[in-house]
């Protein structure tokens, strides 16, 4: 059984095929590993690469086995984040930045990814450092670094990691990556205070709980890139002083009482993502919002909001655009602007009635996702022209019957799901799915 899971992690090809040296070679690994299901995932997968003997050598007599003091499962770890390029070496070690046992997004991560610089990129090549986060996440994933991987609702993806992949990510975290908690004061804490020197190079931050105190030191973080604030309760502002942090790329705010978000935002002209979810007190965004050229992903999950800023028209690099459980009543107008834009997720705003004609300018719509907005009872015309647009999810059914030969003839569109409606066949009969 243990050399079954080695060798359909390490081989391709059958047992007959293998180099009789490696096979014998592989075969001893497996007895370090000591039958540990991790252990042999791990290092099965972390070794498919290696074609010589010699590698194969390196990691049967590594010193590793020794030093890990009996435990063959850190050990098999240990050999696995060694057989890492140095890319996904930093990929991985960033990970420790979320509390053991935390549910990660994808896109979360690979958004604090490419705002610290662990993905190599240009500005002008976004696409190609969005794809290539994408193949890091998926190359932990393989190796099982990243586990319980689950595609939920809106197309997001969620994993975590195996409580001893998570002791692993901390013992080689770099010291620029901090987390404070209620549970766990500071990565490399001292004295049971974070190190100010530390502070200033500070690159990414995650704050899980804490007192005032603890997030008014955020302006000290100058070098910070990401933050990450969650279940703040005893604070009911924002710090105007996070304007001062201009290398900020990556903002997620969860779970937190804050009334309002600083005037000033605009002034992170790097900033890249910004999720504001479950900060239920929270009821504008302000209008500087529009300045934040380099923004690729908003998300507004939760809050109390009646209207977006006509501003956000001008967010002219927006590819990803999450308004959900809102109050919302109408969409400005500059949505039409965003021409970029690529996702368009609108749901549960149960006081929507209607989305802008100017929709039909974002040609570059891929997804349109439209559940659970109960009162929006018409389209408008122009929504015909969204000729890239490959998959759709409304309840508008009804509505969309009149718009069905212009889908029909997009051969692009391959699907179409009207949640709760009772001709929602129609269209799945209509359409060439």
Request: glycine residues 4%.
């Amino acid at each position: 059984m243990s050399w079954n899971l080695f060798e359909k992690r390490a081989f391709s090809r059958s047992e007959e095929e293998l180099n009789s040296q490696i096979l014998k070679i592989a075969k001893e690994i497996v007895k370090k590993c000591g039958g540990v299901p991790l252990a042999l995932k791990t290092l099965g997968s972390s070794m498919q690469f290696k074609k010589s003997v010699e590698e194969w050598l390196a990691t049967r007599d590594s010193e590793i086995w020794k030093t890990a003091e009996g435990n063959r499962i850190m050990a098999s770890l240990k050999l696995s984040y060694m057989n890492l390029s140095s890319q996904l070496k930093e990929c991985f070690a960033y990970c420790s930045i979320f509390p053991k046992g935390h549910v990660i997004y994808k896109q979360e991560l690979i958004g604090q990814w490419m705002a610290n610089g662990l993905v190599s990129f240009t500005r002008s090549m976004r696409d190609t450092k969005i794809d290539l986060a994408n193949e890091c996440f998926e190359q932990l994933v393989q190796v099982s670094f990243l586990q319980n991987v689950e595609h939920i609702y809106d197309a997001n993806v969620t994993c975590n990691m195996h409580d001893l992949v998570y002791d692993l990510a901390q013992s080689i975290s770099d010291q620029r990556i901090f987390l404070i908690s209620d549970t766990k004061q500071a990565i490399n804490e001292e004295n049971g205070e974070v190190n100010p020197t530390k502070i200033k190079k500070m690159r990414a931050l995650h704050i899980s709980g804490g007192n005032s105190s603890v997030v008014n030191m955020i302006s000290k973080a100058q070098s910070l890139r990401s933050l990450y604030l969650e279940r703040i309760m005893l604070l009911r502002t924002l710090p105007i002083s996070i304007t001062k942090l201009i290398h900020l790329r990556y903002i997620c705010i969860s779970d937190c009482q804050f009334t309002t978000i600083p005037n000033d935002i605009g002034s992170l002209w790097s900033l890249e993502a910004l999720h504001l979810r479950d900060c239920d007190m929270i009821t504008y965004l302000p209008k500087s919002i529009g300045k934040l050229i380099y923004l690729r992903i908003l998300e507004l999950n939760n809050l109390k909001l009646k209207h977006l800023p006509e501003s956000i028209g001008q967010c002219q690099s927006l590819q990803n655009l999450i308004i959900s459980n809102s109050q919302i009543t109408s969409i400005p107008n500059s949505l039409g602007q965003l021409v970029n834009l690529k996702f368009l997720n609108i749901f549960n705003c149960s006081e929507l009635k209607c989305l802008p004609e100017s929709i039909g300018n974002l040609t570059n719509l891929e997804s349109l996702n439209l559940p659970w907005c109960r009162k929006l009872n018409w389209l408008p015309e122009s929504i015909s022209n969204l000729v890239n647009l490959i998959f759709w999810i409304s309840m508008i059914a009804r509505t969309l019957r009149k718009f069905r030969n212009q889908l029909v003839s997009s051969l692009i569109l391959r699907a179409l799901i009207c949640h709760g409606a009772e001709d929602s066949n129609v269209y799945r009969n209509h359409l060439a799915i």
